[in-house]
């Protein structure tokens, strides 16, 4: 539509004269409210996504202290959990990883979750490791892992609730909601 036209509802166009005139006058408290606002929009977007973390990579002969499984022949589906004292533990799959994690009497006496530095399970979709307790996690979905029904780890909600639709998953949760009791049902393939 041209500048001559008029919309339904819109203001007249400009006058040639007043088109003429550029108005350049931003006062400062503009500007800084400007630069603010897009600070703080930045920051909201990047806490809606899992960091990626650098933990050690598995070697062929690690094996997930939960099933057995050695872990390197799986690097879609690794976690792991690397301890303050430099000990890394690969999981071939975050079921395997939060079983770890809810029962570390069993798998690691005398040992507490202070004592961790850095959690990882890695990205579905870029199969890089981010951090665990940032991640989005989808129950219930049609892709199975090397344990058969996963935790499928997401660096954002958008990209789980995605994947969720993609493959039927039932929910998405975050680190703190994940519960034994969730863990066997997953083993059970009940969501």
């Not at 800084?32 to 960091?51: E, N």
């Not at 770890?100 to 202070?114: F, H, I, N, S």
């Not at 890089?128 to 996963?150: N, Q």
């Amino acid at each position: 539509m041209c500048h001559t036209c008029l919309v339904p509802g819109a203001a007249p166009p400009l006058s040639n004269h007043a088109r003429a005139v550029p108005s350049h006058h931003v006062s400062r408290r503009v500007v800084l409210q400007t630069l603010v606002i897009g600070a703080s929009a930045l920051c909201i977007g990047q806490v809606a996504h899992a960091k990626p973390v650098k933990l050690p990579a598995p070697g062929p002969r690690d094996a997930c202290p939960v099933c057995g499984m050695f872990v390197a022949p799986y690097p879609y589906w690794v976690a792991t959990v690397l301890w303050r004292d430099g000990k890394a533990v690969h999981f071939d799959g975050a079921k395997d990883f939060f079983k770890y994690l809810q029962d570390l009497k069993k798998y690691e006496p005398g040992r507490a979750m202070t004592e961790i530095h850095a959690m990882g399970v890695t990205d579905y979709y870029a199969t890089g490791r981010i951090d665990a307790a940032a991640a989005f996690y989808v129950i219930g979905s049609d892709v199975l892992g090397p344990m058969g029904h996963e935790l499928v780890p997401h660096d954002s909600e958008a990209e789980a609730k995605e994947f969720m639709v993609d493959h039927s998953g039932k929910r998405v949760l975050r680190f703190r909601e994940v519960t034994q009791a969730m863990l066997m049902g997953l083993d059970g393939g009940k969501f």
